[in-house]
């Protein structure tokens, strides 16, 4: 079995950044284990602070890279790319599971694969390379990570905001709203 420093060095690698053990450990930190190993603090700080590094550094890209875009369509797309499914998938891509305390009890669930874990997780790993290194950093980290999936949103357009889409479709055929 790998040691929790070997792992913990593994993520930081594919993260692209060095963070502090114990700040990666609080960004990795569930709520199920904190509770089942005393009350220790949870990642849900950082999550909110990821959050918000992540919506600003999407935002600013999307802005950006998209000046003709109406405000409607730059949320749509900002929308999607920051989406608890996509953010699952970016942590799926880096194996982000693999390093999240979880409780006994979420962990035998498959915790490590839900995406609503993953996705806090990922943020709270953006708000501590936020907490770590600033606002460059932290930009450079969700452009690299995230970027990706900011570039793919551009080409996919209104069809990643499924319920929009749909209500626009309804609207075009003279279909009532869909409930």
């Known amino acids: 079995m790998t040691s929790p420093s070997v792992a913990a060095g593994e993520l930081l690698r594919t993260v692209g950044v060095d963070i502090d053990p114990d700040l990666l450990v609080l ?15 949870t990642n849900e700080r950082l999550e ?20 003709d875009l109406p405000e409607g369509e730059l949320a749509k797309m900002r929308a999607a790319s920051v989406s608890q499914r996509s953010l699952a998938e970016v942590a799926r891509e880096i194996d982000l599971g693999a390093y999240v305390l979880l409780g006994k009890g979420e962990s035998s669930s498959g915790g490590a694969d839900k995406d609503s874990i993953l996705c806090d997780a990922f943020e709270a790993v953006l708000g501590a390379v ?6 460059e950093v932290a930009r450079q980290t969700v452009l690299r990570l995230v970027g990706p999936t900011l570039d793919r949103a551009a080409h996919s357009g209104k069809a990643l905001d499924w319920k929009s889409s749909l209500q626009e479709l309804c609207s075009e055929r003279g279909l009532p709203q869909p409930v």
């Not at 960004?27 to 603090?41: D, I, Q, V």
């Not at 909110?48 to 000046?67: I, R």
């Not at 936020?130 to 606002?135: E, K, N």
């Open 27 to 41: 960004a990795l930190t569930h709520r199920s284990f904190a509770f089942e190993n005393g009350g220790l603090p």
């Open 48 to 67: 909110f602070l990821g959050d918000s590094v992540l919506g600003l550094v999407a935002t600013e890209k999307l802005y950006f890279d998209h000046p």
């Open 130 to 135: 936020f907490v770590a290194h600033g606002i």
